[in-house]
């Protein structure tokens, strides 16, 4: 793609001057052509017009000011107008400005709406090029700015306007005001009030959408550098505001809350307390896990106006009255994440700070929301690590005496033998896990040792989170902790799974934080990893292969070849874990690691014809991760690969087996698990590497097999069968007569008598996924292509049961 836009590049002096003839052709449909391939050209090269700006000025003059000119060439001449301008940095305009503005402001007073909103949007343009930064004068911008503002104002001041020139004048007027505002003091009592009657009235007649404009063009007005003087209007305008948070249109209240946030960042001391009061009021009903998004932007300006240093004590105090009840419910919601989580712990954070909050009763606050209540039950898993890290938030903004206090009284609760309370444990340790990991915790004395204590709990989620507060503590002070944890891991053998998880917490922090290990330390981690790549247990081989994977990342010219030596080791569990330790460290965004494990990729995923499942069956998973996550990476030997993929989908009698249970047998098969994943990885590479994949080789004979597999089998191979009926229907017509069977057989299967409800429904969900399959050959076939297709429609069709739930599956 590069090397394309590379050769157009070197074409485009050649372009230009020949569409400069044409500009200057008598035929209207010429210069539309021309234009419309200029507006092409823009948006593949953003700046390839630097050079010819001055050469093409005529064109656009001609279009915009001559007698015999269309409306539509005029929207054309102006839609390329507005893109170059976008595209191009401002110098490049500036010795043209005078053509360039003359015809693109008589072009707004034109009759045709179209026109006149286009032109519109070519002045928002050329106001930010006229003065790009507030602080720069490099260009004289003053003989412009009075024509600006008239031909937009006459356009705002209009009553019989099209909608879409209103919207367009009244954001224009708001790019106008930010930029120019320090020229147009004189004109601001006149034009303000203009525009918040608009959005006033507007509100009553228009549906709320088209007022967002309104909103944005105040939010443009308050984000300016100059500080705009809204004196005259700054009342008004938040009352209206105020009262648009009631409405029920979603966009008009998001675009609200981000415009009252700047107001009164950049206003506060205008805006009385009275005012805030009532804004708070509104901003409460906003704040619930139904809508995160609108959450997070009310909590923000919440914030905001508590940190109004003007702030009066009534305004903390409504605060808790009306907000904090909101936020406690909030905190207990197993949805909340991302944006909306970190506004509610800014928001704790915030409320501390303020006047007359204490912190001891937010601390009680936050701290009863996770005991479980006897109407809900238990609080959710999500919800307690919410409480713990606004629990942390708040004590270090409450300053490190606090903290400390807080630390103690946590600590004395895991001492307490006698509390049987597990759900006060448990968010005991998150917090301290969560404190730990933003402060350093060394000064309390032998807090690990009472944390290592919990791990002897009955409680399986006390344990986990014992194991989470001991990782989250090392990373507040590696030094001391960290070889603490190995030294741990080493001596203890029955802690060894939750002491392997406190050093995953570890390593994942750091991964995610860009932060560098010692040398001394990443080698120690090693060791110690390498040494349990063996472990029988295979939640101890998962966490180290984790751990590898995360330290990977961080350190992937040292990991990768200590890796890759292990590949060929004679235990199948250490090959197994450093392929799955390779799947760990392939994600989503662009990393170091890539580069590097690029050449190197073979020697991990050439393990799927090891002579161990479980080292297959980890190559499989890790090819499945890197064609969902890193396609490119291993385009180049999927040729190889895609052959020994199929090959791990059939069924090998070798790993099947007996076992005699006494009165019965019964029948294990060890290869189910490893033919499930190869499925699903092909599955995953029809998404993102189609045009490597040959279905005609693949359709028979594995995807047949696979169809007339073990359950766990045939769903995903339904899942397959629909996607390569979509994306390659000749492959599957082909041989659609020999896939009937098998799915006929599915679809007439019924459990014995004596089954368990789990087994029928099993069966049921079984049936509707062969008719999705059959639903999507039947798109293709057309019906005539093959006989035993269209029986099994046919029979499909008697059978009142099986038609139900064909109608029910094809209308989904």
Known sequence: MGSARWLLKQEVPKIVKSINRQLREKSIKTKVGAFSVLKELVVVLPDCLAEHIGSLIPGIEKALNDKSSTSNLKIEALVFTRLVLASHSPPVFHPYIKALSSPVLSAVGERYYKVTAEALRVCGELVRVLRPNIQDYGFDFQPYVHPIYKAIMSRLTNQDQDQEVKECAISCMGLVISTFGDSLRAELPACLPVLVDRMGNEITRLTAVKVVLHV??????????????????????IGELTAFLRKANRALRQATLGTLNSLVSAYGDLIGSSAYEVIIVELSTLISDSDLHMTALALELCCTLMADSRSSQSIGLAVRNKVLPQALTLIK?????GQALLALQNFFAALVSSANTSFDTLLDSLLSSAK????SGGIAKQALYSIAQCVAVL?????????SSTVRMLTEILKDDSSSNSAKKHVALLCLGEIGRRKDLSAHAHIETIIIESFQSPFEEIKSAASYALGNIAVGNLSKYLPFILDQIDNQQKKQYLLLHSLKEVIVRQSVDKAEFQDSSVEKILKLLFNHCESDEEGVRNVVAECLGKIALIEPAKLIPALKVRTTSPAAFTRATVVIAVKYSIVERAEKIDEIIFPEI???????????RHVRRAAVLALSTFAHNKPNLIKGILPELLPLLYDQTVVKKELIRTVDLGPFKHIVDDGLELRKAAFECVDTLLDSCLDQVNPSSFIVPYLKSGLEDHYDVKMPCHLILSKLADKCPSAVLAVLDSLVDPLQKTINFKPKQDAVKQEVDRNEDMIRSALRAIAALNRISGGDCSLRFKNLMSEIGKSPTLSDKYYSIRNE
């Open 395 to 403: 004590c270090l903004a409450a300053g490190d005496q606090k903290c």
């Open 216 to 237: 944005q063009a105040f939010a443009v007005i308050a984000t300016s550098p100059l500080r705009i003087d809204l004196a005259c209007v700054l009342e008004h305008v």
């Open 333 to 337: 919601s197993s949805l909340l994440q």
């Open 602 to 612: 073979s020697s991990f995923l050439m393990l799927i014809k090891d002579n161990d």
């Open 372 to 375: 479980p209540t006897p109407q």
